[in-house]
C-alpha cells in the first residue's frame, strides 16, 4: 500500500495525471484496513487461488513494479528540489505523506508477521534488531512481573492540536485543529497491565461462560464466534510469540489484547478491588505525556525491537515514578475517535480519517516499540 500510495493516491491527481489505476494497484490498495468494505472485495484477493508458479510469477510483478515507481519518484525529486518550509499541498508534502504512511504499515505488518506460523519464518532475514529476551532471558514465571497500583495524576488544562504543538512536524489532516478538556485530579495506573497481571483474568474465567457479565455484547460475540481463550499471543499460557520467534512466557511484559477484551478485563479488576475502573481517555494520556518529567520510552526501535518489561522505561508525575507512559505498547482508550474544531480532509488522502469516524472506532495511544515518526507523536491520532 506505501509503494502503491505514492504512485497514485496522492501524486496521480495533480502531479501525474497521466498515470491511470492498473489492475495490479487495484489488487494492492485492499486488505491492511480494517475497514469492512474490504473483506467484501473478493475480486482483489486474485492471489489466494493461484498456485505456487503463479506465485512466483505474481511476486516477481509485485517487484518489478515497486522499482517502476521508486525510479519515478527519484527522478520528481530530481526535478523538483526542496523549498523549506514544505508547505501542506506540495509535492514534497505529499512525499512526506508517503514516508508516513509507511511506517504505519511497518508497524501493521508487524502485527500480521507475528501471526504467521514459525515455520514459515525464515531465519535469514534483515531485521536485525535486537529484542529484549534476546539480552534477558530469565522472565520466566509469573513472580518476575512487579505489582501493580494506583497513583494521583494531578488535574489541569489540556490543549490538542497542531494549533497548539508540533507545528513543525507532518501531521495527517485529523491533527490540525484545536480541542480543549479541563480535567480534574485522577488515578491512573502505575504500569501497564502485564501478563501476569491478566493472567489472573484469564484464571478467574474471563474467557469462560462464568465471565459473561464482565463483557460487552460486541465483546461477548468476539468470544464465542472465534472461540477465545485468552490474548493472541499466548501460547498454552507458557509461551509468547514473539515478532520472530516463540520465547517462554516474559509475565512482566505489557499484556497484548484488543479494546473489547481491555475493557472486559477493566471491568473484572473493578470487581475485585470495589473501586469502579476503567479505560484511559485520549486527553488524560496526553496530559500525562505532558506533565511527566525524566521520561523515557521504548518506541522509534530506539531500545528494542520487542515489549519490554512494564517497570523498565517511563517517567516521574509529581515525583511518582509512571511507566510506559509512551511506547512500548499501544493503549487502548475509552475515548471514541473524533474530528477536532477546525479540521479539513487532506485531498490528496481524502479518506484517511472520516471512514474511521463512525462511533466505532476508539483511539489508541502512545505508540509502541516499533512505532515511527508520527506513530509516536503527541498529536497523533489513530484508531482501531
Not at 484545536?178 to 491512573?188: A, I, M, Q
Not at 493472567?199 to 460486541?218: H, M, N, T
Not at 468470544?223 to 481463550?229: E, F, I
Not at 505532558?290 to 508525575?317: E, H
Request: glycine content about 6%; aromatic content about 12%.
Amino acid at each position: 500500500m506505501p509503494i502503491l500510495l505514492f504512485s497514485h493516491q496522492q501524486l496521480v491527481s495533480v502531479y501525474l495525471p497521466q498515470c491511470k489505476m492498473t489492475r495490479l494497484e487495484s489488487v494492492m490498495s485492499v486488505g491492511v484496513d480494517e475497514m469492512s468494505w474490504d473483506d467484501i472485495l473478493e475480486d482483489n484477493y486474485e492471489w489466494t487461488s493461484m498456485t505456487d508458479e503463479e506465485h512466483e510469477s505474481y511476486l516477481w510483478k509485485i517487484k518489478s513494479y515497486r522499482q517502476q515507481v521508486k525510479d519515478l519518484i527519484l527522478n520528481m525529486l530530481d526535478a523538483n528540489p526542496v523549498v523549506h518550509p514544505i508547505a501542506q499541498g506540495s509535492f514534497h508534502w505529499v512525499l512526506l505523506m508517503g514516508f508516513e504512511h509507511e511506517k504505519i504499515h511497518l508497524e501493521t505488518s508487524a502485527v500480521i508477521i507475528s501471526q504467521v506460523p514459525i515455520d514459515l519464518i525464515k531465519k535469514n532475514h534483515q531485521f536485525n534488531f535486537r529484542t529484549y529476551y534476546d539480552e534477558k532471558s530469565d522472565v520466566d514465571c509469573p513472580a518476575d512481573a512487579p505489582s501493580n497500583t494506583l497513583v494521583r495524576i494531578p488535574g489541569g488544562e489540556v490543549t490538542m492540536g497542531k494549533d497548539f504543538y508540533e507545528q513543525d512536524l507532518y501531521g495527517w489532516d485529523n491533527e490540525f485543529g484545536n480541542e480543549r478538556k479541563t480535567l480534574k485530579p485522577f488515578t491512573s495506573s502505575q504500569m501497564l497491565v502485564s501478563n501476569a497481571e491478566y493472567l489472573e483474568f484469564v484464571q478467574a474465567g474471563g474467557y469462560e461462560e462464568k465471565g459473561r457479565e464482565w463483557w460487552s455484547e460486541e465483546g461477548w460475540r468476539y468470544v464465542k464466534d472465534l472461540s477465545v481463550s485468552g490474548p493472541r499471543f499466548w501460547i498454552d499460557r507458557t509461551h509468547y510469540r514473539a515478532l520472530l520467534d516463540i520465547i517462554p512466557m516474559p509475565w512482566d511484559f505489557p499484556v497484548e489484547v484488543n479494546n473489547l477484551e481491555a475493557d472486559a478485563f477493566c471491568k473484572w479488576k473493578s470487581s475485585q478491588v470495589g473501586k469502579k475502573l476503567r479505560l484511559i481517555s485520549h486527553e488524560e494520556s496526553f496530559h500525562m505525556r505532558q506533565i511527566a518529567k525524566k521520561q523515557t520510552s521504548n518506541s522509534n526501535l530506539n531500545k528494542y525491537a520487542s515489549p519490554t518489561p512494564v517497570n523498565l522505561y517511563g517517567g516521574q508525575i509529581n515525583g511518582k515514578n509512571v511507566y510506559d507512559i509512551s511506547g512500548n505498547v499501544w493503549r487502548h482508550s475509552v475515548s471514541v475517535l473524533t474530528i477536532m474544531e477546525g479540521f479539513k480532509t487532506d485531498p490528496f488522502y481524502n479518506d484517511f480519517t472520516l471512514p474511521t469516524i463512525d462511533g466505532f472506532h476508539n483511539h489508541i495511544l502512545g505508540g509502541s516499540w516499533i512505532s515511527l515518526g508520527n506513530c509516536s507523536n503527541l498529536n497523533a491520532r489513530y484508531g482501531f
